[in-house]
Antibody
């Protein structure tokens, strides 16, 4: 059973960098069958794909966030991480990590519970 | 990027009703479409993949259809547990995109 769990600060000041980690169990971030993905959802709004990292360290990002986003992975701890720089209140959202199962072309078949990050001074 | 447009944005229904939600893509996505259900305060739940394949454990009253640019999610005999917001999502492009959501309310 695949499980994902986000962790990180719930409050970030404007202009600073948001950093979150997703712990993965039941699968491996070194698997070639999945894109390890971050998705966010501003309060009361819809879902926005942020980007992913693949086993070979290939990344792809939402063009609207590309200049500020970095996704990395740590095989030794089976975690992947999100960094979003120069945040503003518009970055306030619930941030989800998810598995994008690409071997069998499923979609986002497993999600973390989400973590609310508020950008405020 | 591929734009996904859902209709309606809100749908009022009663227990036992048959409900249909439409999702349109701005360009062809073949069958690479998934549907999710989200309840307040919860992460989205994976329901359907490849436009019409039901995830294990999802009740058979849920079904998906379509290909190319037009897709539907149908719930036959709506149950109390089905009142939620539903999202479609394309994975034809590596730039994944979601529809804006359809809220199914009483």
């Amino acid at each position: 059973q695949v499980q994902l769990q986000e962790s990180g600060p719930g409050l970030v000041k404007p202009s600073e960098t948001l950093s979150l980690t997703c712990n993965v169990s039941g699968d491996s971030v070194t698997s070639d069958g999945s894109y390890w993905t971050w998705i966010r959802q501003p309060p009361g709004e819809g879902l926005e794909w942020i980007g992913y990292i693949f086993y070979n360290r290939k990344t792809d990002y939402n063009p609207s966030l590309q200049s500020r986003v970095t996704i990395s992975a740590d095989a030794s701890s089976n975690q992947f991480s999100l960094r979003l720089s120069s945040v503003t209140p518009a970055d306030t959202a619930i941030y989800y990590c998810a598995r994008d199962e690409v071997r069998h072309q499923l979609g986002f078949d497993n999600w973390g519970q989400g973590t609310l990050v508020t950008v405020s001074s | 990027d591929i734009q996904m447009t859902q209709s309606p944005s809100t749908l009022s229904a009663s227990v036992g009703d048959r409900v249909t939600i439409t999702c349109r893509a701005s360009q062809t996505i073949n069958k690479w479409l998934a549907w999710y259900q989200q309840k307040p305060g919860k992460a989205p739940k994976f329901l359907i993949y490849q436009a019409s394949r039901l995830e294990t454990g999802v009740p058979s009253r849920f079904s998906g259809s379509g290909s190319g640019t037009e897709f539907t999610l149908t719930i036959t005999s709506l149950q109390p547990d089905d009142f939620a917001t539903y999202y479609c999502q394309q994975y034809e492009s590596s730039f994944r995109t979601f529809g804006q959501g359809t809220k199914v309310e009483i």
